[in-house]
């Protein structure tokens, strides 16, 4: 028989909060955690605001000196594996190291440090390199991190898809738990690239928005383009009889998941949501459920033009006529996009929708488009039981990542 995997923890630290309930609290009330730009200055640039993390301390969650030799998505992922390890109450020991994996990704990783650098050899020549800029650049450093801190010793790597990274590590682990290769898994993504090539470049593929505020603005018709977010979320994943063999907490399950690719273009989705579509019926095929079951898509819903309504003809193909009796929302009108660490934190809304009946909204949203015609919780969140949720990831590259929760019964 295939194990099940429940989920019994989570932590995250994101543009709209430090950690988990001080962030569902401002989605489910609809405040937005975009704002003027801070961390630099934003004088010549056209984007002028971002999901920055607000008065986070990274020495109240690591040495001060492993601080300064980490990069600040590291210090992101630290945060939040530790609030979802605390919650979950799983401990790693020399009993169980081996069959606790770590999967925590970005598609960037440090870029934060890659960009200081580049600016030190400039100025004063490569032997001022920092001397641990390898360990703080590459994008397996939080896990990397995060295993040493904890002692785990299963497989222990992160996912490059862009941004469908975070779905794409949730799903990775549910595979090792689900196949026996391991009994619990530390998943999640972290990204911090609100930085000036991160936004500078992503702003050149012509997808950010400019607007001073009021964005993003998601499936709306005058929608200008997406908000960069920075941040991290991570859930502990558990084999079902191993979490109830410690008396854990299950706060819901992970009942499925499904990948693939469009082989279409490197950055722009396919129009016709063909192969988006067949992740979504893949991944409740995977969870043994019918689009009949779905109470809740929590979409990609970036807020470009071409993002927007390519998931809607994706989800239209993948449901049918039902597409239009379920609620689907982007609670990236709130975060922004936090690129590779997106899907995590959406993971996260997915579990509170299910465990408090509040589908969060997607703020911003006043002028319908045409193209965009489903139900998409328009500004205010929504009292409903919420037993089953789908969450979209979709990266450049043609990446499409989907999972799928449940309500957790014995």
């Known amino acids: 028989m295939t194990r099940r995997v429940v989920i019994t923890g989570l932590g995250t630290v994101n543009p709209c909060g430090n950690n988990v309930a001080q962030t569902w609290d401002n989605i489910v009330h609809g405040r937005t955690g975009i704002a003027p730009i801070t961390g630099f200055d934003a004088s010549n640039f056209q984007v002028k605001v971002l999901g920055e993390v607000k008065g986070f ?36 020991n020399g009993a169980n190291a081996e069959r606790v994996a770590v999967i925590v990704s970005s598609c960037i990783g440090g870029g934060r440090a890659f960009q200081e650098n580049v ?23 939080a896990g990397g991190l995060i295993a040493i801190h904890t002692g785990a010793q299963g497989p222990n790597f992160s996912v490059a898809s862009a941004c469908a990274s975070g779905n794409d590590s949730l799903g990775q682990a549910w595979l090792l738990i689900r196949a026996g290769v391991v009994d619990a898994a530390i998943a999640g993504a972290s990204e911090s ?9 992503f702003d050149r593929t012509g997808a950010m928005s400019h607007r001073l505020s009021g964005t993003p603005s998601p499936f709306d018709k005058n929608r200008d383009g997406l908000c960069m977010g920075e941040g991290a979320a991570i859930l502990i994943l558990e084999e079902l009889e191993h979490a109830k063999a410690r008396g854990a907490i299950i706060l819901a399950e992970l009942a499925g998941y499904a990948a693939n690719g469009d082989a279409y273009h490197i950055t722009a989705p396919r129009e016709d949501g063909v192969v988006g579509a067949s992740a979504m019926r893949k991944a409740l095929e995977s969870a043994q459920l019918t689009p009949a ?30 597409a239009y009796n379920i609620p689907v929302s982007s609670t990236k009108s709130m975060t922004g ?15 509170k929708a299910i465990e408090t009946g509040l589908i969060p909204p997607t703020i911003n949203y006043q002028t319908p488009d045409p193209a965009c015609d489903l139900d998409y919780v328009p500004n205010v969140a929504r009292e409903a039981r919420v037993n089953v949720c789908m969450s979209n990831a979709f990266g450049f590259g043609g990446h499409n990542s989907v999972l799928v929760f449940k309500r957790f019964s014995g």
């Open 57 to 92: 301390d990274p020495t109240t969650v690591m040495d001060p000196k492993e601080v300064r030799r980490t990069d600040r998505y590291q210090h992101l992922a630290m945060a939040a594996a530790k609030e979802a390890l605390a919650q979950s109450g799983l401990q790693v």
């Open 119 to 141: 600016r030190v050899m400039d100025a004063h020549g490569p032997r001022r390199i920092n001397p641990f800029m390898i360990p703080m650049l590459m994008s397996n450093g």
């Open 193 to 201: 690239t609100t930085i000036e090539i991160g936004v500078g470049a």
């Open 293 to 322: 079951d779905v109470d809740y898509i929590n979409a990609h819903g970036t807020g470009t033009v071409l993002n927007d309504q390519s998931e809607t003809v994706a989800i239209k193909r993948a449901f049918g006529e039902q």
């Open 337 to 351: 996009h936090l690129m590779g660490a997106t899907g995590a934190l959406e993971a996260v809304f997915c579990v």
